[in-house]
Every structure is written in structure tokens, then in C-alpha cells.
């Protein structure tokens, strides 16, 4: 059974620091590409960034650029996400999906919140 | 960043009933779109990807239809684990957006 399970959430204050991670079972990790979205409480879904099967090609949305950094970790079957600068508007539960284009399946998500 | 903007915002459907969901992209977005369902609670799951394919697992009640600009979703008898938070999502363009989600409650 394909599984992902976050973990790292938690309160923190404007400005700081959090890294989340995922772990990820029952698929060969290193052949896909992961991504993590978000949704804040009461919204909808915002895809926030994705990491190539080998970490060479990284992408984010504009409103994390220069603040968040996705990476893995091929043999331990990881993906992190390091949160730095974080905002108000961070807060959100965060997912860890698999996939480029369209995200299958989802964890559970680790809430964040910035406050 | 191309704008995805789904109706209507919450549909009222009574169980054994057709729902059809809406989904407008502001460009062309070919059939680079996908549909997932949110029920609170549970990780988002996917449904429909490449606008009118079935993800693994899921029932063939759910439909999808569309390209360019113009997308729906189509479940056709409704079950009672159907009511949910419907979104759907563009994967043409860097950065991919989701549309804000249709609400789907029991009539």
C-alpha cells in the first residue's frame, strides 16, 4: 500500500523556522516526482512546490520563492520541505503528494501555524 | 498565472441524482487538467486526470469531459460518500492552480 506520512508541523512565530517531512512507503520513491500543496484553513488547494525524481529540478510557487527549499532524500525515501521566513499566511495544513502534474495520492498533511 | 474558476459554488443534489460541476480556465490549458474530491477530515483524493481519465480505484459514476477552456465533472447517481469539496486543477502552466472548489451537499 502506497503511503506518505508528514511530519515537522507545529506553532511558530512570524519570521521563524520549521522543516517538514514526509515519509514515503510501498512505491519505488526514487521514480517519481513529489510535490507538496497546502490548503489554509477554510480554503482551497495551492500548490506550493515539486522536486524531480534525482532533486535536480525544483519548482515553487511565487509566494514562497526565496523562503522555502523542497528536497529528498532518495535512500531514506523522503521528501522535506525547510520553511524559513515563514508569514501569517503560511498557515496552512501541508501536503505531501505524489507526482509532477497532478498529485496521487495525498498524506494526511501536518498543520502549520504561523502565529 | 492562469485563473481556474469553478461553478457554481455549492451544488444541492438529492442521493440517486446527476451532478455536473464546472470548471473554466482563463486560457487554454489543452487537457491538462485534473479533478480531486476533499472530504474533511481525509487527505484530498484524485479523481480525473488528463480531463476525462479515471484515476485508479474510482468508481465509474464520476466523469469527466472537456478541453481548452471548459471542463465538467459528472457524477451520475449520487451516493452518499460523494458529498464533498470538489477541485479541480491545471497542470499546463508552471505555477499549477487549482480552481477555488464546488460544494457538494445533500438536497
Known amino acids: 500500500e502506497v503511503q506518505l506520512v508528514e511530519s515537522g508541523g507545529g506553532l511558530v512565530q512570524p519570521g521563524g523556522s520549521l522543516r517538514l517531512s514526509c515519509a514515503a512507503s510501498?512505491?519505488?520513491?526514487?521514480?517519481?516526482?513529489m510535490s507538496w500543496v497546502r490548503q489554509a484553513p477554510g480554503k482551497g488547494l495551492e500548490w506550493v512546490a515539486n522536486i524531480k525524481q534525482d532533486g535536480g529540478e525544483k519548482y515553487y510557487v511565487d509566494s514562497v520563492k526565496g523562503r522555502f527549499t523542497i528536497s529528498r532524500d532518495n535512500v531514506k525515501n523522503s521528501l522535506y520541505l525547510q520553511m524559513n521566513g515563514l508569514r501569517v499566511e503560511d498557515t496552512a495544513v501541508y501536503y505531501c503528494?505524489?507526482?509532477?502534474?497532478?498529485?496521487?495520492?495525498w498524506g494526511q498533511g501536518t498543520l502549520v501555524t504561523v502565529s | 498565472e492562469i485563473v481556474m474558476t469553478q461553478s457554481p459554488a455549492t451544488l444541492s443534489v438529492s442521493p440517486g441524482e446527476r451532478a455536473t460541476l464546472s470548471c473554466r480556465a482563463s486560457q487554454s490549458i489543452s487537457s491538462n487538467l485534473a479533478w480531486y474530491q476533499d472530504k474533511p477530515g481525509q487527505a484530498p483524493r484524485l479523481l480525473i486526470y488528463d480531463a476525462s481519465t479515471r484515476a485508479t480505484g474510482v468508481p465509474a459514476r464520476f466523469s469527466g469531459s472537456g478541453s481548452g477552456t471548459e471542463f465538467t465533472l459528472t457524477i451520475s447517481s449520487l451516493q452518499s460518500e460523494d458529498f464533498a469539496v470538489y477541485y479541480c486543477q491545471q497542470y499546463n502552466n508552471w505555477p499549477y492552480t487549482f480552481g477555488q472548489g464546488t460544494k457538494l451537499e445533500i438536497k
Open positions: 510501498g512505491f519505488t520513491f526514487r521514480t517519481y516526482w
Open positions: 503528494t505524489r507526482g509532477r502534474n497532478c498529485f496521487d495520492p
